[in-house]
């Protein structure tokens, strides 16, 4: 989970390694090196995107060389309707000049030219991967199939479910060229949240986790827990002086007793 420690002013975003930190981002670079096409599903709020930033940070950091890249998109509405809108963004993810790529084809063959020959070596991560449309998907394996490169696609449960056997139809050559699966990441376990709350943001209060402790297992997840300690340092200088009126106080400010 990327987040600030306390409110102090710090010049940099730090991380906790969390379990979904640390297995998102090796997950991610597995796929990278060994060319593969990778499936994560997760329930929202388990640190997917944050474990996300972390690989992209730490792939940017120069040890591979100024030619690989880490690629991230996300899906959305407009992708699900036109392949085209997934070119468009996937272009703009790609430092690299497309000058008279205007249409979808032109788009498509500058992308595996210009990513030719660095499988091993880059990869693509989708993010919100549910929200492709069959076009997409397509598009997605062309390039795997002409590039090498590795594809990551991180989705919902709604996702994983174009792909078990009975129901694969039309997403059956995506599915055959997916290798490499994680764990579905269901919850924020007891472990990672104690991480968070007790050695990352400093809240060492048994109450204060205790109060805290419900919303790790909500949509919000981890996001909910950190926006909420956020909340109480309004008050403090200090997250270990949180306590559970505090934090009681937080979640009816921000309204999440509701």
Aim: aromatic letters at 8%; one cysteine or more.
């Amino acid at each position: 989970m990327k987040h600030l420690k306390s409110r102090d002013k710090l010049n940099e975003w730090d991380y906790c390694e969390t379990s979904t930190l640390t297995s998102v981002s090796e997950f991610i670079d597995t796929c990278r090196k060994c060319s593969e096409m990778g499936l994560i599903i997760g329930a929202p709020g388990t640190g997917k995107s944050t474990a996300i930033d972390y690989a992209k940070m730490h792939f940017n950091g120069g040890y591979l060389g100024d030619e690989c890249q880490f690629i991230l998109t996300v899906g959305s509405d407009a992708s699900s309707e036109h392949a085209r809108h997934f070119l468009e963004e996937l272009s703009e993810c790609i430092e690299s000049d497309m000058h008279g790529s205007a249409f979808a084809y032109q788009r498509l063959r500058a992308i595996k030219r210009f990513l030719h020959n660095h499988g091993g070596e880059s990869v693509i991560v989708v993010d919100e991967a549910q929200k492709l449309g069959r076009g997409s998907l397509e598009t997605l394996r062309e390039i795997f199939d002409a590039t090498g490169v590795g594809i990551v696609l991180i989705g919902n449960q709604k996702f994983k479910a174009n792909f078990q056997t009975q129901k694969l139809g039309q997403y059956s050559h995506i599915a055959s060229r997916i290798t490499r699966r994680l764990p579905h990441i269901q919850s924020v376990s007891e472990a990672d949240f104690i991480l968070f709350c007790s050695d990352y943001m400093g809240v060492t209060d048994k109450k204060a986790l205790d109060a805290l402790r419900p919303y790790k297992d909500g949509a919000g997840g981890l996001r909910h827990v950190a926006r909420i300690i956020d909340q109480a340092l309004d008050a403090l200088d200090d997250p270990a002086k949180i306590d559970m009126q505090e934090v009681k106080d937080a979640v009816l400010v921000m309204g999440l007793d509701a």
